[in-house]
C-alpha cells in the first residue's frame, strides 16, 4: 500500500468519525485534496485511490497539473488568492473557485467563463478571524457582497470558505467555524440558496465537520508535509 494510499484512507475514516460524533450523514462532508506544491504523480496516486476533487494555490503550477493530467476525469478546485491578471485562466480551467473576497473579482471570472461550460462554482472568502495579513472579506460586509454575486451571469454562489487563526484545542477551534455557519445561515434567511462551507484542513477540520462544514481541505495529512 502507498503512503498517499493509506494516509487517504485514514482521512476519510477520520472524516466518518467526526461526522458521527456530529450526528451527520458523512456523505455531506466532501474531501478536498489540497495537492499544491505535490507533482502531478501524486495526484494520479490519489486519483487511483478513489479521490477525484483537488484543490490548488498556485496558477501556473496548477495549469501545468491541469494539463498534464487531462486524461482524467478531475474535479480542479482554486483555493488561493485571486490577482486580476489571473482571472482568465482561472475561470477557463477550474470547477470551484473558493476564495472571491470582491466583486471585482466576481464579475472578472463571470465575464471570462466560457460560455459553453457549466457555471462556475463560487465561494465567498470570509475573514473570520480579522487577520490582517490574510484575504477575505469582513464578516460584517459578506452579505451585500453576496446579494452582488449572486446576480452574477455564469456564476453560480455556492457558500462561504474561511481559514481561521489556528488554535490547538478543539473548542477554541470551533467558535470560527460556529461564526461561518451562522453567517451562512443569516444569508440563506436573506434570500439565497447557499449550501457550502468549505472549512477545516489537516489540524482542525474534525471541529469544522462538528460546525457544519460540506467541504474540508486537506493537504499534508493526505500527501504528507511540504
Known amino acids: 500500500m502507498t503512503a498517499i494510499l493509506s494516509n487517504l484512507q485514514a482521512t476519510r475514516e477520520a472524516i466518518e468519525q467526526a461526522a458521527k460524533a456530529a450526528q451527520r450523514n458523512v456523505t455531506d462532508v466532501r474531501l478536498l485534496a489540497v495537492s499544491k506544491t505535490f507533482p502531478a504523480a501524486a495526484v494520479r496516486e490519489a486519483y487511483l485511490a478513489g479521490q477525484t476533487a483537488f484543490g490548488e494555490n498556485y496558477l501556473q503550477e496548477a495549469l ?31 470547477a470551484w473557485v473558493h476564495s472571491v473576497d470582491r ?17 462556475l462554482n463560487v465561494c465567498l472568502q470570509v475573514n473570520v478571524s480579522g487577520e490582517e495579513t490574510k484575504s477575505g472579506v469582513a464578516p460584517d460586509d459578506v452579505g451585500p457582497l453576496a ?13 462561504l470558505m474561511s481559514i481561521p487563526f489556528p488554535a490547538s484545542d478543539e473548542t477554541a477551534q470551533r467558535a470560527p467555524f460556529a461564526q461561518m455557519q451562522k453567517l451562512l445561515g443569516q444569508l440563506n434567511s436573506q434570500g439565497l440558496a447557499l449550501d457550502t462551507l468549505s472549512m477545516g484542513m489537516s489540524h482542525d477540520f474534525p471541529a469544522a465537520i462538528r460546525e457544519g462544514a460540506t467541504i474540508v481541505r486537506i493537504g499534508t495529512a493526505i500527501f504528507g508535509r511540504r
Not at 103 to 119: G, H, N, T
Request: aromatic content about 4%; glycine content about 4%; overall charge positive.
Open 103 to 119: 466583486l471585482k473579482i466576481a464579475e472578472r471570472l463571470s465575464a471570462q467563463r466560457p460560455p459553453q461550460l457549466p457555471p
Open 64 to 94: 501545468d497539473k491541469i494539463g498534464a493530467l487531462r486524461d482524467l476525469p478531475l474535479e480542479w478546485h482554486f483555493i488561493g488568492p485571486i490577482q486580476s491578471n489571473k482571472t482568465r485562466a482561472i475561470a477557463e480551467n477550474f
Open 147 to 159: 446579494q452582488e454575486v449572486a446576480r452574477l451571469p455564469h456564476l453560480k454562489l455556492r457558500g
